[in-house]
């Protein structure tokens, strides 16, 4: 591991997420409220999209940083045979995987066995990973219409997931707390993964209770839970990267270019019947 891995890992970034998840929770309107509104002007958030504007609306950082939109802001596109894109975001890279292994850039990959820690998902097919800038919307929806039938939530570091860290960090993605969705669609199963990173407090999801994602569970079965495309699923709480996997046979993905960007709805694939 690298110094730099080390300094990311466990220095002032590890205290950055601590003290940036205490400062999150903060209800003391001018505190909150300037923290709001300097964060705004510094990514130039667009709120007009959203159902509330004003920094006063808001609980607390947190709750503006996963703030709802309005219903009509992201259309969802295609039928129930589209993926669709699951989040706003850029893309990072896509294509195709063979052997389980996800190529993050020319050098550097992500192991699919080691993301998931399961033997569920195909080990060849198409993925996309699809990068949240501080100044996008951070709800989570399905990308699919889906049962999800299993889930795991990993522990592990908060490397920053910007687009340069691709090409620095080797199995970026396995190495960072995650959590895991099994989406069977009518061929098999499909993935989405949430990946948290630096200054990622949590990952909130329909079916449980707040969690700092910090406990090993692997591929967990559950009650299957039906979901449409576009139905929200999770939101990230100051975070962070969602990667989509298609197996052979599953569905495909559409051709998408790295730094193009996504907007929630927009048809990105389709599954097979």
């Known amino acids: 591991m690298s110094l730099k891995q080390i300094l990311q890992s466990w220095g002032p970034s590890y205290w950055l997420t601590k003290g940036a998840g205490w400062l999150a929770t903060i209800k003391i309107s001018f505190i909150k409220d300037r923290l709001i509104r300097q964060f ?23 709750d503006f940083f996963a703030r709802e939109l309005k219903s009509a802001a992201r259309p969802i596109h295609g039928d129930s045979s589209s993926i ?58 399905s990308p699919v219409q889906a049962e999800l039938v299993a889930i795991s939530r990993i522990g592990g570091t908060r490397y920053s997931v910007k687009p340069k860290n691709h090409a620095n960090i080797d199995g970026l993605y396995e190495r960072n707390v995650r959590v895991n969705c ?11 993964a949430m990946v948290g990173a630096m200054i990622v407090s949590s990952v909130q999801t329909r079916w449980d209770d707040q969690n700092p994602v910090n406990e090993v569970v692997v591929a967990k079965e559950i009650a299957p839970l039906q979901f449409q495309p576009g139905e929200e699923m999770a ?34 694939g389709s599954i097979h019947p």
């Not at 709120?47 to 920094?55: F, H, K, S």
């Open 40 to 62: 705004i002007k510094f990514y130039r958030v667009d709120l007009t999209p959203a159902i509330r504007q004003d920094p006063s609306q808001f609980e607390n950082f947190q």
């Open 84 to 141: 669709i894109s699951p989040v706003d975001g850029t893309v990072a890279i896509s294509g195709r995987y063979t052997n389980n292994t996800l190529i993050q850039f020319k050098r550097t990959a992500t192991n699919l066995f080691n993301l998931t820690r399961s033997n569920r998902i195909g080990e060849s097919g198409e993925y996309a990973i699809i990068y949240l800038s501080p100044k996008d919307y951070h709800r989570i929806h």
């Open 182 to 192: 099994h989406l069977r669609v009518p061929k098999g199963e499909m993935l989405m």
């Open 235 to 268: 939101r990230f709480y100051l975070g962070s990267t969602v990667i989509l996997v298609v197996p052979d046979g599953i569905g495909e993905l559409q051709s998408l270019e790295a730094g193009q960007a996504l907007k929630l709805g927009e048809q990105i």
